[in-house]
């Protein structure tokens, strides 16, 4: 198919179905990406063909040659996004439209063929539409979807691949936060990075997360719940942390969040704080943010409020920083209330409780 045209998805029911009592036990305290839903998305690719053979069919096991390329060389990207349950028992997405976008921006970083965003959005529906009921209907529910792909060719040899394998799985989740949204502890690395220039930080790959567990194990030890990456070059400057981007927020009304310079993944709930906070009057820049200066800004009180942000928690108050030589608190160790306030924001908007004014939100059912 060439890049515009539209795909036919087969659909293969699933001959067996979990039970609607087993789902509902499932449903009861899914926590997050553990459970899944009956039906997967599966589109292929081959060169000199194009796409083709887009079917939504029961989720089970793939077959995979040892000798599958993604084994040996790593060529695999993915996505991840939400669907949720609104008040009048319809279903929508938050900006998927731009989850296509950076697959695209992901397939070129790592020598892929480009999905055509169409053909992307037009999965998540098919597959929301098959397995609605297994979106939670809980106040802090959704169904959280896995779009990736993988280099699937069988060959050795340092290449980009010519046959590739689209997928979309769906996990229905709960809140992310038990009890409540809690400010987090966090670990500044002092001996790993997460990319460097001309790397695939700004591409959505798995070997990005690869190389942060290692990060994330000594964060881990040392108490903290997420490491922070400062710059690859001269280890001064805040990147961002193992899976979330970073904003600072000043006694002056300013919130800042580190450039996109090829070295940070374009978070799309990162655009959508931007967004936000400079409608509710903030002054928003994007500019490098030294740990030197983190850490003056904290002791002086000029820094009033740190926070991450990613699809998963959607947006957390960072309390506390560690590193080898000694720690600090933000704002006292409570969650901040530009935070807080930007947070509801962005929630009330993502699952339909607030005017969408920027066309954000997708109704799928």
């Known amino acids: 198919m060439s890049g515009g045209d539209k795909l036919d998805f087969e659909i293969r029911p699933n001959p067996a179905p979990v039970s609607a009592a087993d789902r509902a036990a499932l449903l009861a305290n899914p926590g997050f990406g553990r459970v899944f839903t009956d039906h997967m998305v599966t589109v292929r690719y081959a060169e000199g063909k194009g ?27 993915f996505e991840g996004l939400k669907a949720y349950r609104t008040a009048d028992g319809g279903v929508t997405m938050f900006r998927p439209d731009a989850n296509a976008a950076r697959f695209v921006t992901s397939a070129q970083r790592m020598a892929m063929p480009e999905l055509p965003p169409e053909v992307f959005v037009d999965s998540l529906h098919k597959l929301i539409e098959i397995d ?19 280099a699937s060719e069988v060959f050795l040899g340092v290449r980009p691949a010519n046959e590739y394998l689209y997928m979309v799985i769906a996990s229905p989740v709960g809140a992310y936060f038990t009890g409540g949204v809690k400010p987090v502890t966090v670990w500044v690395s002092p001996d790993y990075t997460r990319a460097a220039p001309g790397g695939t930080g700004a591409a959505k790959c798995g070997g990005n997360y690869a190389t942060s567990l290692a990060a994330q194990a000594e964060a881990i030890e040392a108490g903290c719940d997420q490491v922070v990456f400062l710059d690859a070059v001269e280890r001064r400057f805040v990147d961002e942390l193992g899976g979330m981007n970073v904003f600072f927020v000043y006694d002056d009304n300013t919130i800042v969040t580190p450039p996109l310079t090829g070295t940070i993944l374009p978070g ?23 740990f030197a200066d983190w850490q003056a800004d904290a002791a002086s009180g000029r820094l009033r409020e740190v926070f991450a942000c990613g699809t998963a928690a959607v947006i957390t108050p960072i309390g506390g920083v560690r590193f080898p030589d000694g720690e600090f608190l933000i704002g006292g160790g409570e969650p901040g209330r530009v935070t807080m306030s930007l947070r509801e924001q962005l929630v009330n908007i993502q699952r339909g409780k607030a005017a969408d004014e920027y066309g954000w939100v997708q109704r799928v059912l």
């Open 51 to 77: 796409w083709y053979d887009a079917r939504v069919e029961a989720r089970g096991p793939i077959p995979m040659d040892p000798a599958s390329a993604v084994l040996h060389y790593a060529q695999e990207i």
């Open 132 to 150: 609605q009921e297994w979106i939670p209907t809980g106040e802090d529910g959704s169904l959280y979807l896995r779009p990736f792909m993988f």
């Open 268 to 290: 799309i709930t990162r655009d959508a704080i931007l967004t936000l906070a400079g409608a509710a009057g903030h002054v928003v820049e994007e500019r490098p943010v030294s």
